[in-house]
């Protein structure tokens, strides 16, 4: 089995910047992709970016293009997600989520969350 462990969140004033960072253990990992997730209160858990594990490949939601950044150290087994010119309405819990599904809703393997505060 495969646990996936978030970790670099907190509170930020807005236009600030923050790096999580998701760790894999446990058997064997090689997805075909990594995503992040993020779920504000009282919201629905929206996508928010996936990668490509073996290519790179990257893919946005509208929200976080152009602020955010995800990324992937293979030989770490760890996900990255770089956050910039964050916002209020950037205060979410923050999943990583790793599978072989083209739906990232479906990924095998998430995590507990980490939450991220942007202080206005």
């Known amino acids: 089995q495969v646990q996936l462990a978030e970790s670099g969140g907190g509170l930020v004033q807005a236009g600030g910047s923050l790096r999580l960072s998701c760790a894999a253990s446990?058997?064997?990992?090689?997805?075909?992709?990594a995503d992040w997730f993020r779920q504000a209160p009282g919201k629905e858990r929206e996508f928010a970016a996936r990668i490509t594990w073996s290519s790179g490949r990257t893919y946005y939601a509208d929200f976080v293009k152009g602020r955010f950044t995800i990324s992937r150290d293979n030989v770490k087994n760890t996900v990255y997600l770089q956050m910039n010119d964050l916002k209020p309405e950037d205060t979410a819990v923050y999943y990583c989520a790793a599978g072989n599904q083209i739906v990232p809703e479906k990924d095998e393997y998430w995590g507990q969350g980490t939450q991220v505060t942007v202080s206005s």
């Open positions: 446990g058997r064997r990992f090689d997805p075909y992709f």
